[in-house]
């Protein structure tokens, strides 16, 4: 008989954003060779600023040696999905884009620490492209808003 898999804290496949709220430090998991998904969350409006946004995580996607697949700017938050060379390169690529949209858009921009969760090649990814899609037409209005479900509920009691 197989033994049961428990989701402990090291397992998890997210990190960042309401999930790690009032919990101790733990390490981002991060996947070289899988498609990881990035959730910047404002304190303001960032689709008046999109074309801004879209173009610095490009710029510094390329200068940190990144895989950007795509990209999608909301109301109040920005979603990435991009494949890593490696930790060394996530931290200074985060860093440095982070710190210069703060510049950029104003002191005080971001509300969370990044969101961040690894995903899977296929259908996962498949589902990464269709909500970054949902996202922009919601952010156009052509699609009205729809609260999200908090998958991650499970998560927020582990650990």
Partial sequence: MRQTKF??????????GEINEGKRKTSRPLARKKPI???????CDLFQHA???????????DKF???IYDIAVSGDHAHFVAMIPGRREYN????SLTALL?????????????FSRVGS???DYDGMKHYHEKNRRE?????????RKDYYKRYKSAG
Avoid at 37 to 43: C, D, E, I, M, N
Avoid at 51 to 61: D, L, M
């Fill in 7 to 16: 989701p402990f804290p090291d397992s998890i496949p997210f990190h960042g």
């Fill in 37 to 43: 998904l990035f959730t910047l969350k404002s304190r």
């Fill in 51 to 61: 074309h801004i946004i879209e173009q610095k995580i490009k710029t510094y996607g």
């Fill in 65 to 67: 040696s990144l895989r």
């Fill in 92 to 95: 200074a690529f985060i860093r």
């Fill in 102 to 114: 703060s510049r950029i858009l104003g002191k005080g921009l971001w509300l969370l620490l990044p």
């Fill in 121 to 123: 090649w296929g259908r």
């Fill in 139 to 147: 952010a156009s209005g052509e699609q009205p808003y729809e609260p």
